[in-house]
């Protein structure tokens, strides 16, 4: 990229004038596209408060800094701070003087809060309550011009509505019916925020997102998941019946949500963002094979390997998101179709394989099941 352009009018219109920006969980999947996207399309600084667990990477980020030379570099700043350490994170809040807050931090895979729920209550919970009294302290001490500014957008999930029937959709007013510790704890997270706007008049911003899926997805998830077990030979776990149905993003469209959302949400307000990207795991992961069929030819096709495995305990049947809120209130809509967003991310994983044995040998997870506590061996390995 020209180094010259690092400037799209529409991202600094939409931050008005709002120059420095603190991402939580910026080391993360969702927020490093956060943060990779403030990085290119404007000229604010990012202060980026991760503690850099299991899943936190900066390749991405060191990816466009070098891409855009030294005068970006000084536009990300790491403060490596866990959210449960009150002190330290209210010492990174005035280190960073935020006029905007992302808070995208979270314990956030489903199947490890089955095995250790500790973790997602500590970080997403507490980790939460923290980072609202650190920026109720900044606020107040904010002027009065920075304080009509400023705002904190929670980046939440669809999986606090629980589980949907055959039909309907997830919208701003579902009741919240979280099902597992993950999503209690992402529940628990957003009443907080709600509370602080309400109690002490906090300007939120909340979102509710269906999955997503993309470049630089840490190797837990369903879709890195079946590709590298794929390109690997091994079996592909598809839990129960397959017919669980998820309603899949790709990330760069919820990084266009998401900096709406925080710069013109109303105060307050919450807004449900997916894209009408609706499939069962069993479509997926064929149609993951059969990119993989065309892309990596092999004697038999890449469906050979997927195997029915034990289901997840309290396995929600579906999610599926209705978006009119945010599509008619702040004009977003999806612009990756499942099908393009797939083939584009199943061909970057195929030419990441090295940042994929980084990350998973770094976090020292190689790829077996997780969240299965309690519930017997998998039929995969008992055959
Ligand atoms: O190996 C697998 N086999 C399988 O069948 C894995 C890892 C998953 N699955 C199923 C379980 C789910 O029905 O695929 C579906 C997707 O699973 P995950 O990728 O673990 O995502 P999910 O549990 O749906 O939660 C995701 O979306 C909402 C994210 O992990 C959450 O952080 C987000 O909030």
Known sequence: MDPQQTTTPELSELLEGRQRILVTGGAGFIGGAVVRRLLRESTATVFNVDKMSYASDLSSI??????????????????????????????AVRQADPDLVMHLAAESHVDRSIEGPGDFIASNVTGTFHLLQA???????????????????HISTDEVFGSLGDVGRFSETTPYDP???????KAASDHLVSAWHH?????????????NYGPW???????????????????????GDGANVRDWLYVEDHVDALLLAAT?????????????????????????????????PSKSAHSSLITPVTDRPGHDRRYAIDPT??????GWTSSHSFEKGLKSTVKWFLKNHSWCKKVRERANYQGSRLGIAGHGLLQAQNS
């Open 199 to 211: 109690t002490y008049g906090l300007p939120v911003v909340l979102t509710n997102c269906s999955n």
């Open 264 to 296: 013109k949400g109303g105060l307050g307000h919450s807004y449900c963002i997916g894209g009408y990207g609706e499939r069962t795991n069993k479509q997926v992961v064929e149609a993951i094979c059969h990119l993989l069929d065309k892309l990596i």
């Open 62 to 91: 060191e990816g466009v800094l070098k891409e855009a030379g030294q005068a970006s570099e000084d536009r990300h700043h790491l403060l490596k701070v866990d959210l449960t350490d009150a002190e330290a994170l209210a010492a």
């Open 325 to 330: 809120k945010i599509s008619e209130e702040l």
């Open 179 to 185: 099902r597992s510790p993950y999503s209690a704890s």
């Open 217 to 239: 997805q840490f190797p837990e998830k369903l879709i890195p998941v079946v590709i590298l077990k794929a390109v690997a030979g091994e079996p592909i776990p598809l839990y």
């Open 135 to 153: 920026i109720r302290g900044h606020w107040d001490r904010l002027s009065d011009e920075r304080k009509k500014q400023f705002r904190l957008h």
